[in-house]
């Protein structure tokens, strides 16, 4: 028979993120996201004080970089002491974001932390906030930011408690999303005698495994427009039968959202500024009073889209949006519009142009037997490409393509540049 307890798993906290890239937002939207990660962190130690956890667990990248900000480490300090007064303990890892190698100010840890080193694995005891012994945590740190090594391999179970918990940042089956930090397969996990494996590093919500449970809770703030929806920690409750139960907090003080527009249907320009307010209306209502940075992406086939792709026009109507969604100094759960892409097509299908002569025609024809092959469509890009990929981001954008993708590509320069000939033809 098992004690019960409960505990919140959270990780990639990257406390003090500095976002950056927004230099041309308003300042109350900079510094609402330069507080964020601060604000989502008491947000979960909130939910360990409302689901009357046992103990915490972070699973690595407490902080932004290995030279920690002294503002994150001296408020990280003072909201562990807030937990150590309600007997709540804390254990930590550190990962590739914050090895043990970044300058670090000399500060002491409350007494209800504890921080596992990096020289091995060391195991912990973990207790109920009534004394009585939880679990055993096992839990080693990261000493430099790129770690190769399988850190999983050094965890061995030891006898003694009810419950057992590994703590770990790595990446689990070579996710090739994230950087191979302390690569690990999810089989020797699984295998490895333990009843949870709290992990950190990949910044999606996953369960890996149930029984035993290998889990990422995801990080608890989005930082960019490439980490759109529900981000927060897991709480887990342990039942004296052992039963595992996950239920998800949802800790993001600003949301980041990417939302598809279509064109299809709308004629004239009126519609679809309606359709781009509805879009950022219904982003607030869902937020439900929280702030959110928005990025619109126009999509579908319709008569709009030749003077869409024109020159500025989608900053134009991005400007425009800001005015009619209203300033973020105006509210506090604003919606920030942070870009509008288009990804339209044409209402007419370029394809009618094959048969023609001149310019226009050959354009087509090489275009439709580019994205039909994959061999002639690759050798398309490079020729386009050329002298850009002497860009080492480029190339590197360019040779990771897939076939899908490059199709698309060459299917959209088509259709831009057919366009651009038949404005110029009937200006002409």
């Known amino acids: 028979m098992k004690v019960p307890f409960t505990f919140v798993h959270a990780a990639d906290l990257h406390l003090d993120s500095p ?6 937002v308003p300042e109350t939207v900079r510094e609402r996201l330069r507080e964020s990660t601060f604000a989502s962190f008491r947000n979960v130690l909130q939910a360990a004080r409302n689901e009357k956890a046992d103990f915490v667990v972070l699973a690595g990248d407490l902080y932004d970089t ?8 001296l408020r990280l300090q003072r909201m562990f002491s807030e937990l150590g007064e309600e007997g709540i303990g804390v254990f930590v890892v550190h990962g ?9 100010a000399r500060l002491d840890w409350p007494a209800n932390v504890h921080a596992f080193g990096s020289a091995a694995v060391e195991h912990k005891p973990a207790y109920r906030r009534d ?8 839990g080693i740190s990261f000493p430099t930011p790129a770690v190769s090594d399988n850190l999983a391999a050094r965890f061995v179970r030891k006898e003694g408690a009810p419950f057992h918990l590994a703590l770990l940042h790595a990446n689990v089956d070579g996710d090739p999303a994230h950087d191979n930090y302390a690569p690990c397969r999810l089989q020797e996990l699984v295998s490895a005698g333990f009843d949870y494996w709290a992990l950190g590093h990949v910044h999606d919500r996953r369960l890996l495994h149930e029984y035993p449970h290998v889990a990422y809770p995801g990080n608890i703030q989005g930082r960019s427009i490439r980490e759109t929806g529900p981000k927060g920690a897991s709480v887990v409750r342990v039942s004296e039968t052992g039963e595992i139960r996950i239920d998800f907090r949802d800790t993001a003080d600003v949301l980041w959202r990417e939302t598809a527009v279509t064109i299809e249907g709308a004629e004239r320009e009126q519609q679809l500024k309606e359709r781009l307010l509805q879009a950022a209306e219904e ?14 992406r126009l999509e579908g086939r319709g008569s709009l889209h030749d003077a869409l792709i024109r020159d500025s026009m ?28 288009v990804r339209t097509s044409s209402a007419s299908d370029p394809a009618r142009y094959a048969d023609e002569d001149g310019f226009l025609g050959e354009l087509v024809r090489r ?6 092959h994959p061999e002639k469509s690759q050798a398309l890009i490079r020729e386009a490409l050329d002298t850009l990929r002497k860009q080492p981001q480029i190339r590197a954008w360019a040779d990771a393509m897939g076939e899908a993708e490059r199709s698309e590509l060459i299917r959209r320069a088509m259709e831009t540049a057919a366009a651009l000939l038949r404005d110029e033809e009937s200006s002409g």
């Open 66 to 73: 290995a030279d920690r900000s002294l503002r994150a480490q």
């Open 283 to 296: 982003a607030r209502a869902e937020a439900r009073g929280r702030p959110v940075v928005l990025r619109l």
């Open 367 to 372: 275009g439709l037997r580019a994205s039909e």
């Open 96 to 104: 590739n974001h914050d090895p043990e190698s970044g300058a670090q």
């Open 19 to 24: 976002f950056k890239g927004l230099a041309r």
């Open 131 to 138: 004394g009585r012994l939880a679990a055993y945590i096992y």
């Open 314 to 341: 989608a900053e134009e109507w991005l400007e425009e949006l800001r005015e009619w969604i209203g300033s973020p100094d105006d509210r506090d759960d604003w919606v920030w519009a942070e870009s509008i892409s």
